[in-house]
């Protein structure tokens, strides 16, 4: 390819991690399934490449976060038998007509937070059913959020809440049009060194779960295990796990980390221009870089506006010729310059901004303040992805 820019996405890696990760999982619990998340583009890999990967790989469960995603999912895989899979909308979905008709006639999930957002749901399909729209025998699968302390969406686990929920959960459940499947909820700090926060929030859910049970609500589906979940607390998985930034072969943290993993991003650049930079000379935008003596500098084609942040400068580097080579003041719009004066480069050349040791992402990304999640969603559209 000719581009300057090029995200290289390594599939067979992508399968390979899949493969790995649904091993340890059913090693410890043969029924627990993986649940791969591909929200945001599959975090910035591109859907249309890594989705048909990880159907091939034996994937049949994914969650996204919205309906356009999920549209977009089925739209890739054209599935014969769309009900017998699933594609879980983890936010949520304006309750309007569109988005409704699209949920019930295309099977698939949403999440459910609150009685009055489920009525919402099963008003506007019974509207449709008695428009003519929908038939009667359309309905909207739900799984339930619980907040378990992320405080985000959900409803309230707290102890003093939880009849409050088990009752809404009830009324929810008999509500027309809406059929519970699955239930679930997010760890908080599952990837943090210091477990009791994941240890109350499990407990908060079970408490939650086991009482609607009691109390004559079944869920086929629990789940609430993510990456760092998945990779660090085996007694906690439940019929699914949500395998995001691990599948993309990266770790949520040092306390969740898998070396097996395998990165399946590689984001590289050319080098565009090699100068000669002397002393007391400076660098780029605001001159906050002043060289302290001679040094070769490349102008490497890639800039804020590909998703390479402004923030990288901050002791970032990319790699030339396997070398780290230190950014030089502010990252522009569409260029950033680097020190190779220790390095064997010339122009044409190949850098790596994303490598395949995963190394070169993170010392971004602590140069940034950021995670390799972000990093890896900035990436702009108008670098192309290309599978290898």
């Known amino acids: 390819m000719n581009e300057k820019n090029i995200a290289e996405i390594d599939l067979s890696a992508l399968k390979q991690n899949f493969t790995h990760l649904r091993g340890r999982v ?7 399934e993986p649940m791969c998340v591909v929200k945001a583009d599959a975090y910035g890999h591109s859907v249309a490449l890594c989705v048909p990967a990880l159907y091939e790989a034996g994937a049949r469960h994914f969650a996204v976060s919205s309906i356009e995603e999920a549209e977009q999912i089925y739209g890739i895989l054209d599935a014969a038998d769309r009900a017998a899979e699933t594609v879980l909308i983890l936010g949520y979905t304006p309750p309007e007509s569109e988005n409704v008709k699209a949920l019930a ?5 949403q999440a459910v937070y609150s009685l009055e957002y489920a009525r919402a749901l099963s008003d506007m399909l019974c509207s449709l059913r ?26 309230d686990t707290h102890e003093a809440a939880a009849d409050e929920t088990v009752r809404e959960i009830r009324a ?4 027309p049009g809406l059929r519970i499947d699955g239930v ?20 908060r859910y079970r408490r939650v779960v086991d009482a609607c049970e009691a ?38 943290s040092p306390a969740a980390a898998d070396p097996a993993l395998i990165p399946v991003m ?34 490497i084609p890639i800039g804020y506006a590909d998703g390479f942040l402004r923030a990288y400068k901050n002791g970032g580097t990319v790699m030339v010729g396997g070398k780290a080579a230190k950014l030089l003041g502010r990252v522009c719009m569409d260029q950033c310059m680097v020190d190779v004066t220790d390095c064997d480069a010339k122009v044409g050349d190949y850098v790596y901004i994303f490598d395949a040791s995963g190394g070169n992402i993170e010392r971004l990304c602590r140069a940034a303040g950021t995670i390799n999640y972000e990093a890896l969603c900035l ?10």
């Open 26 to 32: 059913r090693a410890v619990s043969a029924e627990t």
């Open 105 to 109: 006639r295309e099977h698939i999930t």
């Open 130 to 155: 008695a428009g003519g729209v929908l038939d009667d025998s359309d309905i909207v699968r739900c799984h339930i959020k619980l907040d378990s302390g992320m405080n985000r969406l959900g409803f």
């Open 172 to 175: 929810l459940a008999s509500l």
């Open 184 to 203: 679930f909820s997010h760890f908080a700090c599952a990837d943090e060194e210091d477990i009791a926060m994941t240890e109350a929030q499990f407990a």
């Open 215 to 252: 109390a004559g609500v079944h869920f086929d589906k629990k789940h609430i295990c993510n990456s760092a979940g998945a990779l660090r607390f085996p007694a906690m998985y439940q019929d699914f796990v949500r395998l995001g930034i691990v599948l993309y072969g990266l770790s949520p």
């Open 266 to 299: 590689r984001l590289k650049s050319r080098i565009a221009h090699i100068h000669t930079v002397h002393a007391g000379d400076c660098i780029s935008y605001g001159a906050e870089f002043r060289a302290s003596g001679e040094m070769r500098v490349a102008t």
């Open 379 to 388: 990436v702009s559209k108008r670098v192309p992805r290309v599978a290898l």
